[in-house]
C-alpha cells in the first residue's frame, strides 16, 4: 500500500512586496509593525537571547497578521531582522570611522549623517534598541570593517 504523495507548496514570493510599502488605509506597513513589535516588552532582547526563534517568528507573524498583514512568514520576519541588523552595524561603523567610509554622489561628498540614513534608514529606532545589544562579534557575523 503507498501513501499519498504531497505536492510541495510553492512559497509565495513576499521578497517583491516592500516592508514599507505593503500598508494602506486599513492597515500600517509590515516595516512598522515590526519596529513597534521589536520595541515593545524588551522584544528585541528576547530575539537575541532566543536561540531558534521558531516561537518568536510565530509571534511576529501573528502580529502581523492581527495588522492585516498575512503574507509575511517566520523566514521573512528572521531575514528582515538580520537585514535591519547588519544596515544597523553598518551605519554605526560610518559614524565611529567616517574616514574609512566617505561616500561621493555626483561629485560630491556626502556627509556621514546623509551616508548613514542612506544605509540604516530607521537609524533613530535602531540606535536605542540594538546599540546595547551589539558586540564585535556581530560586526565579524555580518562582515562589517570597523579597523
Known amino acids: 500500500m503507498t501513501s499519498p504523495s504531497r505536492t510541495p507548496q510553492t512559497p509565495r514570493p513576499t521578497h517583491l512586496i516592500a516592508w514599507n510599502r505593503d500598508g494602506g488605509e486599513a492597515h500600517?506597513?509590515?516595516?512598522r509593525v515590526l519596529l513597534?513589535?521589536?520595541e515593545r516588552d524588551n522584544n528585541y532582547e528576547r530575539w537575541r537571547q532566543d536561540t531558534t526563534k521558531v516561537m518568536i517568528r510565530r509571534e511576529v507573524v501573528a502580529e502581523l497578521k492581527a495588522h492585516g498583514i498575512g503574507h509575511r512568514s517566520g523566514t521573512d520576519v528572521n531575514l528582515?531582522?538580520?537585514?535591519?541588523?547588519q544596515a544597523y552595524l553598518t551605519a554605526r561603523a560610518i559614524q565611529s570611522r567616517p574616514d574609512l567610509y566617505k561616500q561621493v554622489i555626483?561629485?560630491?561628498e556626502i556627509s556621514t549623517a546623509a551616508h548613514m540614513r542612506m544605509i540604516c534608514e530607521h537609524w533613530?529606532?535602531?540606535h536605542p534598541l540594538m546599540?546595547?545589544?551589539m558586540t564585535h562579534a556581530?560586526?565579524?557575523?555580518?562582515n562589517i570593517r570597523t579597523e
Open 28 to 31: 500600517p506597513p509590515s516595516i
Open 36 to 38: 513597534d513589535w521589536l
Open 80 to 85: 528582515k531582522i538580520c537585514m535591519l541588523e
Open 106 to 108: 555626483h561629485g560630491k
Open 124 to 126: 533613530s529606532r535602531l
Open 131 to 133: 546599540g546595547p545589544f
Open 138 to 142: 556581530d560586526d565579524v557575523r555580518y
